[in-house]
T-cell receptor, first 112, second 112 residues
C-alpha cells in the first residue's frame, strides 16, 4: 500500500543554521505533497505544499523540493529560529484520492 | 469561525466500554477525516467521508465506526474500547479532494 518514509526522526540545529528533512513515497500516482508543522500540544497546520507539476516552491525561509523520478521530496528551513522548534510531517496524496498518507514526523530542536 | 471543533478533549475509558468522538466544522467543507496520532507513527487515517452520505475506510479502520450525520458533522465511535486504541485522535476537513487539511484540536483517549 501507500507509504511515506521520513528522515531524520530527530534533528537538532543551532539557531541561524539550516535544517533539511527528507521524505520518500511509494505510490507513483501521488501528486500532492504537503508539509505540516505541529507545535507541542497543538494541532498540525499546513506550512507549505507542492504539486507534481512543480519542482521547487519557496515561501520566505521555507522551501520544498520534489524529485518525482526518485520519489523524493524535502523541506528546507533556512536561518532557523527557536520558534521553528516543532514536529514536522511530510505527506502525500494521489490525484483523485482522498487519502493523505503521513510520514512518521521529525522533531526539530532549534537551540538558541 | 471556529473551524474544526471536536469533543471531548480528554477521555478515560475502561476496556470494553464504548464512546463516540464528535466533530463539527463550520467551513462548509465537503470532506472530513479521522486520524489517530501515536508516538513515532505520525498520523494514520482511520476513516474518511468524501462528501455527505459517504464514508470509506482508511489505513487503520478496525475497531472503529463512523457516521457522517450531515455536511458539518462526522463522528467516530469505539464500540468496545481496547488499550491499543489509546491515542490522540484528530478530526480534519478539507475543501478540495486533495488539498489542505484543517485539523481540530485533538482528543486524547486513554483506555485502561
Amino acid at each position: 500500500g501507500e507509504n511515506v518514509e521520513q528522515h531524520p526522526s530527530t534533528l537538532s540545529v543551532q539557531e541561524g543554521d539550516s535544517a533539511v528533512i527528507k521524505c520518500t513515497y511509494s505510490d507513483s500516482a501521488s501528486n500532492y505533497f504537503p508539509w505540516y508543522k505541529q507545535e507541542l500540544g497543538k494541532r498540525p497546520q499546513l506550512i507549505i505544499d507542492i504539486r507534481s507539476n512543480v519542482g521547487e516552491k519557496k515561501d520566505q525561509r521555507i522551501a520544498v523540493t520534489l524529485n518525482k523520478t526518485a520519489k523524493h521530496f524535502s523541506l528546507h528551513i533556512t536561518e532557523t529560529q527557536p520558534e521553528d522548534s516543532a514536529v514536522y510531517f511530510c505527506a502525500a496524496s494521489r490525484a483523485g484520492g482522498f487519502k493523505t498518507i503521513f510520514g512518521a514526523g521529525t522533531r526539530l530542536f532549534v537551540k538558541a | 469561525n471556529a473551524g474544526v471543533t471536536q469533543t471531548p478533549k480528554f477521555q478515560v475509558l475502561k476496556t470494553g466500554q464504548s464512546m463516540t468522538l464528535q466533530c463539527a466544522q463550520d467551513m462548509n467543507h465537503n470532506s472530513m477525516y479521522w486520524y489517530r496520532q501515536d508516538p513515532g507513527m505520525g498520523l494514520r487515517l482511520i476513516y474518511y467521508s468524501a462528501s455527505e452520505g459517504t464514508t470509506d475506510k482508511g489505513e487503520v479502520p478496525n475497531g472503529y465506526n463512523v457516521s457522517r450525520l450531515n455536511k458539518r458533522e462526522f463522528s467516530l465511535r469505539l464500540e468496545s474500547a481496547a488499550p491499543s486504541q489509546t491515542s490522540v485522535y484528530f478530526c480534519a476537513s478539507s475543501e478540495f479532494k486533495h488539498g489542505e487539511l484543517f485539523f481540530g484540536e485533538g482528543s486524547r483517549l486513554t483506555v485502561l
